[in-house]
């Protein structure tokens, strides 16, 4: 069977996948005072990371309109994936959503399933390469989107970030009800609970951050030989290497990847930001 898998701009695709025509990519839009993009291909992250460095005002996104998806939906394969970053994060998922209706009111029913990931930037990549591998084993429909939303609730998410004010500022931390303000080099581990962010627990110092998420990682982990290992990281490849070694030290995955966020991750995870999926 045929399949065509959407994207929001959250998501971090691999580099085999960007030429790949069974992959689109529906981007949200980036604001920085009067400095207004689209996070496409076109994204340059250091310019992006000046801009938001030299603003006084905090930087915002805007999510695609449903008539984006909708036409992303336009394709004559006949499984359609949708995977956005969490609905508690932003109305990219109700977008999806409202854009599959839009599909079928015009062009009737077809096989379309839009998976609220309950994470973001790598997180939504593990949902892509999950529905790869189900889709390459010719599993129906109905069986793919079941084992899917199961591979989601069991998708653990995790980040450190040097600066928090852009989450804060945009809303995304109203769930967090213990966060130490991130002054005197205190660095929370924040992670997902089902789309909501939650801290985990703080260091002083990013090395002693990073150790400190491995630890909770290592714990709360269990089958780390069944699961890949993503980590994606703004302008930050050593500390995303670290929090590798740190990890496939102690336990071995099934595989590992590492890339460099996309304009919405770049965003909220500021520059330094590292983000962990498992």
């Known amino acids: 069977m045929s399949f065509k898998i959407v994207v929001d701009s959250c998501c971090e695709l691999p ?18 005072g009067d400095y207004r993009i689209q996070d496409d291909e076109s ?44 609905s508690h994060l932003s109305g990219s998922y109700n977008s999806a959503v409202l854009g599959m209706n839009l599909y079928r009111e015009k062009y009737g029913k077809k096989q379309i399933h839009v998976v609220d990931s309950e994470s973001a930037s790598c997180g939504e990549t593990q949902i892509v390469k999950k529905l790869v591998e189900l889709e390459e084993q010719g599993l129906p429909f109905e069986e793919i989107v079941k084992q899917i939303e199961e591979f989601r609730s069991n998708m653990h998410t995790y980040f450190v970030l040097d600066n928090l004010e852009t989450l804060r500022k945009n809303g995304r931390l109203t769930g967090v009800k213990a966060l130490v303000a991130s002054t ?13 962010i939650v801290q985990r627990g703080q260091s002083i110092g990013m090395k002693k951050a990073l150790r400190r998420m491995a630890e909770i990682i290592l714990e709360e982990v269990g089958d780390a030989q069944h699961r890949t290992l993503m980590i994606t990281h703004c302008n930050a490849p050593d500390r995303a290497e670290t929090i590798k070694k740190l990890l496939t ?15 919405v991750s770049s965003m909220y995870a500021n520059d330094g930001g590292v983000i962990v999926t498992v």
């Open 249 to 263: 030290d102690k336990v071995q995955f099934r595989d590992c990847l590492i890339m460099d966020t996309r304009g």
């Open 184 to 196: 005197l080099s205190i660095k929370p581990i924040m992670a997902g609970d089902k789309g909501n």
């Open 15 to 32: 580099e085999e996948y960007l030429q790949d025509p069974r992959f689109e990519i529906v981007p949200l839009g980036l604001e920085v």
């Open 43 to 86: 994204f340059n992250q250091a310019e992006f990371l000046k801009k938001v460095a030299e603003s006084p005002q905090c930087p915002r996104s805007a999510c695609p309109s449903p008539e984006k998806f909708r036409e992303a939906y336009c394709t004559e394969a006949e499984h359609v994936y949708a995977i956005t970053l969490s």
